[in-house]
């Protein structure tokens, strides 16, 4: 019904930067939120940032300051801007949607995309 497709990751040294796309296609007929979760080898999924479609924005303590997340309503398409990266930011990322399909709402998720920060 939704398919999300993420890109951006990939490696970095510490204090550098990165910048997920994640694009949203199907049967939507509005998008309610969407976002970015990571996980991390042997931790569970997370919360990074999430935004509303009416630009309502929620980041975790870890990256406020850092990250911004950003959402173009006509594109069906969310972005989260990452700077100075850290290595505890190494995880693979997934895209989020909150969305409303011809069918019904419900959650959909990336494949991830995987960043790593290292030197």
């Known amino acids: 019904q939704v398919q999300l497709v993420e890109s951006g990751g990939g490696l970095v040294q510490p204090g550098g930067s990165l910048r997920l796309s994640c694009a949203a296609s199907?049967?939507?007929?509005?998008?309610?939120?969407m976002g970015w979760y990571r996980e991390a080898p042997g931790k569970k999924r997370e919360l990074v940032a999430a935004i509303t479609s009416g630009g309502s924005t929620n980041y975790a303590d870890s990256v406020k300051g850092r990250f911004a997340i950003s959402i173009n309503n006509a594109k069906n398409t969310v972005y989260l801007q990452m700077n100075s990266l850290k290595p505890e930011d190494t995880a693979v990322y997934y895209c989020?949607?909150?969305?409303?399909?011809?069918?019904?709402?419900?959650?959909?998720w990336g494949q991830g995309t995987q960043v790593t920060v290292s030197s």
């Open positions: 989020h949607t909150d969305a409303l399909t011809l069918i019904s709402r419900g959650n959909y």
């Open positions: 199907g049967s939507i007929l509005s998008i309610n939120a």
